[in-house]
């Protein structure tokens, strides 16, 4: 596609569920990141891939979030146990190399009740 | 820990003028980032600043890198109401590292 695409664009969910948002990157690109913005704040990084492995995961907050990309194209990000602090956008982003210009989706809203 | 803090975070300007954002990091690093992003909308890249001096412009806005004094700015010339939105500035650890970190935003409200 002409764009990086997340899916859902909302989910609002209950506390202590799983969920899954799924991130499309643009074609070609090799690196991809994802990101979670709380209201009013910067967007905070969780995890980076370089192709299908996790190249770096060191902002991943806890063992409930974990992010796979197997055939390093489309990546997953799932959440386990939600609690109501995960409450946020969800943003994924792609780069054609691992220094270049992120290009952001428009983000997976979150709501944990 | 890399620290990247923007101000003001609040900016309400009338049209016609000008101001500057500034965004200050507390780590040495050679690439930082503006983006742009409207409201319930994704980030839109605007500038990426890749060495010391480094001077880009767009439009009304213009970007610099001052990375001895590790400060970047954003300057607005002659505002208007389609700029509105919220800029983040984002800086990228260097040395191996694919993290940004972005500032808090800075919203700007551009007033007829």
């Known amino acids: 596609g002409a764009g990086v695409s997340q899916t859902p664009s909302n989910k609002v969910t209950e506390k202590g569920k799983y969920v899954e948002l799924r991130c499309d990157p643009i074609s070609g690109h090799t690196a991809l990141y994802w990101y979670r913005q709380s209201l009013g704040q910067g967007p905070e990084f969780l995890i980076y891939?370089?192709?299908?492995?996790?190249?770096?995961d060191s902002g991943l907050p806890n063992d409930r979030f974990f992010a796979v990309r197997p055939e390093g194209s489309v990546s997953t990000l799932k959440i386990q146990r939600t609690e109501r602090g995960d409450s946020a956008v969800y943003l994924c982003?792609?780069?054609?190399?691992?220094?270049?210009?992120?290009?952001f989706g428009e983000g997976s809203r979150l709501t944990v009740l | 820990e890399l620290k990247v803090e923007q101000n003001p975070l609040f900016l309400s300007m009338q049209e016609g003028k000008n101001y500057t954002i500034y965004c200050n990091y507390s780590?040495?690093?050679?690439?930082l980032y503006w983006y742009r992003q409207d409201p319930g909308k994704s980030l839109e890249s605007l500038f990426v600043?890749?060495?010391?001096?480094a001077v880009k412009q767009e439009g009304r806005l213009m970007a610099s890198l001052d990375t001895k004094a590790r400060l970047s700015t954003l300057h607005i010339t002659a505002a208007v109401h389609d700029l509105s939105a919220t800029y983040f500035c984002a800086v990228d650890r260097g040395a191996g590292s694919y993290q940004l970190t972005f500032g808090k935003g800075t919203k700007l409200s551009v007033i007829p």
């Open positions: 982003a792609s780069s054609r190399t691992n220094t270049g210009e992120l290009f």
């Open positions: 600043l890749l060495s010391n001096g």
């Open positions: 780590t040495t690093s050679d690439r």
């Open positions: 891939f370089q192709g299908t492995g996790a190249a770096d």
